[in-house]
């Protein structure tokens, strides 16, 4: 079945928390704004905002189940569980709610860790996550106003502050999310 946005509105928001709910809600705001602002797609922006953390709050074995039986990205099992819900998130955006449009479906995929050479919707998604009104951590402030007048700069600040936090806690980080960031900061040298 074709999912109207109130259809996927009421599917997604029944599956979270009402404080998710809220967070999503911030993000598809925040997407549509720096769409606008930077030229993006507001309707692609809104729709991998309303998705991308619909598995956000399966229960683990549920989420490694569909990583191990649809064969998705073997390397992120290696890795910490809260990476699963943005591939998981991608997935069943297409199986379940027939979302087809490949940059909604990467926008989502890669919205927890970035990638190399991140599109525009990538890095809008990507970037609302971390400045949604809602969120509040050491430097949010300071993305919000790097994001007035560069997307990469205000992300690439983004994936610092969550590369600190894994190095403060002694966690492992996704290589990924490091070249995400090393690929951001290229980027910003090569226009400088
Ligand atoms: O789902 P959200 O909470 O809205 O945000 P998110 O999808 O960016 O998930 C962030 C969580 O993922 C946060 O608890 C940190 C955790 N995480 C664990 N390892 C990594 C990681 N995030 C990134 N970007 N890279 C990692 O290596
Ligand atoms: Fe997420
Ligand atoms: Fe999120």
Redesign the pocket.
């Known amino acids: 079945m074709r999912y109207s946005r109130e259809q996927l509105i009421e599917a997604v928001s029944s599956q979270m928390p009402e404080k998710r709910w809220l ?1 999503t809600q911030g ?1 598809m705001e925040t997407a549509v704004q720096l769409a606008h602002q930077y030229g993006a797609d507001s309707e692609k922006a809104d729709l991998a905002a309303i998705l ?2 619909v598995a ?1 709050y399966w229960p683990v074995v549920k989420l490694k189940e569909v990583l191990v039986e649809n064969g998705l990205n073997d390397e992120l099992l290696e ?2 569980k ?2 699963w ?2 591939e998981v998130g991608a997935f069943v955006a297409e199986k379940d709610y027939g979302i087809t449009d490949q940059e909604v479906l990467n926008a989502i995929r890669y ?4 990638r190399v050479q991140m599109t525009l919707l990538e890095k809008i998604v990507c970037l609302a ?2 400045m949604e009104p809602g969120r509040d951590f050491p430097g949010v402030n300071n993305i919000r106003e790097l994001a007035k007048h560069s997307l990469e700069e205000a992300l690439a600040a983004g ?1 610092d502050s ?2 600190s ?2 190095l403060s806690r002694k ?4 290589p990924l ?1 490091v070249l995400a960031r090393n690929d951001l900061i290229k980027q910003l040298e090569a226009n400088s």
């Open positions: 967070h993000v991308h953390d956000k890795h910490d809260q990476l819900h943005a919205h927890t860790s970035g996550d971390y994936l969550t590369i936090f894994l966690q492992v980080i996704y999310t």
